[in-house]
């Protein structure tokens, strides 16, 4: 059954509220919260059938309609599709979605499997490619913007493990001090990997969600939302503005 983008809308705002409220009653700082939402899509060939059965049109048009509740106050979303490579960054509205996942595929053709190409577009776009040096080695990593800064909601969706496995590990690491959170989807396929980007140390705060289902296709909306929110509001949002990542 198709969905309207406005019916979406209304159901991601419902959810989003009940996640925030339930937060709220336990007394985390969860008040006049925006973010940008992020979409980064796998696009390896054994991706294909989600994208043929419509899949990944669903998930972008959820993001999209998770960002026009008003939690994102530009009213689109970038999506940044990969394989072993990333590219450029597709801007998504209410005015263009609804080709937007057949119009890309129709144009490149998909690949192998490396999350660090996509993961360091989406922290150059966020600290518009700032670095700075760090420890004994003065190696050079991201720089956070100063001051808390509005964060970005990432949903990183895959179905396999990446060839670059210690360079996401690291990469991840140096990000999270910056106001980012990275929601990974693992869908149809048990994500050990992904697993341990969830638990992984080393790092200034718990920057990772995971969220392990056979397909998105098969959860509602409400469903969808709650489960992919819960961690970003009730645990890292409360966590980075603690520590004065986020605003």
Not at 108 to 117: C, D, F, I, Q, R
Request: include cysteine; glycine fraction near 8%; charged fraction near 25%.
């Amino acid at each position: 059954m198709s969905i309207s983008l406005e019916k979406r809308t209304e159901n991601a705002g419902i959810s989003l509220v009940k996640v925030m409220s339930e937060a709220a009653a336990q007394g985390l700082n969860v008040d006049d919260l925006t973010a940008q939402c992020v979409l980064v899509m796998d696009f390896s060939g054994s991706m294909d059938y989600r994208y043929r059965s419509g899949e990944v049109q669903q998930l972008a048009e959820r993001t999209l309609a998770l960002s026009l509740t008003g939690l994102d106050d530009d009213g689109n979303i970038q999506i940044h599709f990969f394989h072993t490579k990333v590219f450029p960054e597709i801007e998504v509205d209410a005015s263009n979605y609804t080709g937007a996942v057949d119009e890309f595929t129709r144009k490149n053709t998909m690949g192998g499997t490396a999350y660090a190409p996509a993961i360091r577009q989406v922290i150059e776009s966020v600290t518009g490619g700032k670095t700075k040096k760090k420890g004994l080695f003065r190696k050079e990593t991201p720089a956070a913007p100063d001051g808390p800064a509005m964060p970005t909601l990432v949903f990183f969706v895959t179905d396999g493990e990446p060839n670059d496995r210690q360079e996401t590990i690291q990469l991840l690491k140096d990000a999270s001090g910056l106001p980012i959170f990275w929601q990974f989807l693992g869908v149809g396929y048990s994500p050990e990997f992904l697993k341990e980007l969830d638990t992984m140390g080393g790092r200034v705060l718990d920057n990772v969600g995971l969220t392990e289902v056979p397909s998105t296709e098969s959860m509602s909306d409400e469903e969808y939302y709650e489960t992919v929110l819960k961690e970003f509001v009730s645990s890292w949002v409360p966590a980075a503005r603690a520590k004065s990542i986020i605003a």
